[in-house]
């Protein structure tokens, strides 16, 4: 069984740019959720993908938005960086939205920093 | 007020010792309480997973849920070096068509030989 993998590991980017990060889902999870987690705190939910469609935000403004694929693999975009947006971002797969079937099972994270 | 509260600590423990993390909550809706691991620049690991109030065991850790209390623990029990790292609680709410996990600020633990 496969876990959740993510690409890449670790980014560097400038203000203003525009940055897209990568997923996949644990084999069977048809679910897929994405957090920032800034240095020294817990993560913070930004959004949860699930058969294809956005159907549930956290408190991000819209300059973050993401992608499901038929395979459940997703992206996360950000765009207009700003320093603050510097953070681990973590995906997390699960085998049922309503969380009956199981927890969230996270990846490794992509490290992103922001100049 | 956070929806949960967790000490951050760190809290430093000799080998061998039972250790106790423990984190509060405001909200009854929540459905799921986990116990996180998670390794200096990793990603965070399901330790434990329950929904109802009592004790589950694997190992050793023990989850311990009191929901009239709103409060979660995880034991640890003959800790090892190994387990020095941060753990996270969090509670998961299905609400609005999606299941999102609320964490707390994680607690820093580290055991010494």
């Known amino acids: 069984e496969t876990g959740v993998t993510q690409s890449p590991t670790h980014l560097i980017k400038t203000r203003g740019q525009q940055v897209t990060l990568r997923c996949s889902s644990q084999s069977g999870h048809n679910t897929v959720s994405w957090y920032q987690q800034a240095l020294g705190q817990g993560p913070q939910f930004i959004f949860q993908y699930y058969r294809e469609e956005e159907n549930g935000r956290g408190n991000f403004p819209p300059r973050f938005s993401g992608l499901q694929f038929p395979n459940y693999s997703s992206e996360l975009n950000v765009n207009a960086l700003e320093l603050d947006d510097s953070a681990l971002y973590l995906c997390a797969s699960s085998f049922s939205v309503d969380g009956s079937g199981g927890s969230q099972y996270f990846g490794p994270g992509t490290r992103l920093l922001v100049l | 007020q956070k929806e949960v509260e967790q000490d951050p600590g760190p809290l430093s423990v000799p080998e061998g010792a039972i250790v106790s993390l423990n984190c509060t909550y405001s909200n009854s809706a929540f459905q799921y309480f986990m116990w996180y691991r998670q390794y200096s620049r990793k990603g965070p690991e399901l330790l434990m997973y329950?929904?109802?109030?009592g004790n589950k065991e694997d190992g050793r850790f023990t989850a311990q849920v009191d929901k009239s209390s709103k409060y979660i623990s995880l034991f640890i029990r003959d800790s090892q070096p190994s387990d020095s790292a941060t753990y996270l609680c969090a509670m998961a709410l299905f609400s609005g068509g999606y299941n999102k996990l609320i964490f707390g600020a994680g607690t820093r633990l580290a055991v010494h030989p």
């Open positions: 329950t929904y109802s109030s």
